[in-house]
């Protein structure tokens, strides 16, 4: 069972940055594809931004393309989020995200698609 613990979120003001921090475990043969979703109060969950299992390829949404970067440490079984320039519409709970397909590489921004979820942080961009 994929178990994923994420850290890293809080109060940021606006143009500000944070860091995301994903630990995996629970896993034995190959590794997921990784990821991170966020949802906004009435608002559905949404595709941030994903990588996959060697972290070679990484997709992101184009409301945080050039402002976020996914990457991941397979020594420590944890993938990161580094966001910058965060802006108001950036609040969110934050969740990590883990994918298991055929292909190592080819990762999914689509919730219907994910197999296991962390518990969320919690995001918030405000003066």
């Known amino acids: 069972q994929l178990r994923l613990v994420e850290s890293g979120g809080g109060l940021v003001q606006p143009g500000g940055s944070l860091r995301l921090s994903c630990a995996a475990s629970g896993f034995t043969l190959g590794r997921p594809k990784m990821g991170w979703f966020r949802q906004a109060p009435g608002k559905e969950r949404e595709g941030v931004s994903c990588i996959g299992e060697r972290g070679r390829i990484a997709n992101y949404a184009d409301s945080v393309k050039g402002r976020f970067t996914i990457s991941r440490d397979n020594t420590k079984n944890t993938v990161y989020l580094q966001m910058n320039s965060l802006t108001p519409d950036d609040t969110a709970i934050y969740y990590c995200?883990?994918?298991?397909?055929?292909?190592?590489?080819?990762?999914?921004?689509?919730?219907?698609?994910?197999?296991?979820w962390g518990q969320g942080t919690q995001v918030t961009v405000s003066s």
């Open positions: 995200s883990g994918e298991w397909s055929p292909n190592p590489e080819v990762c999914t921004l689509s919730v219907g698609r994910i197999d296991s």
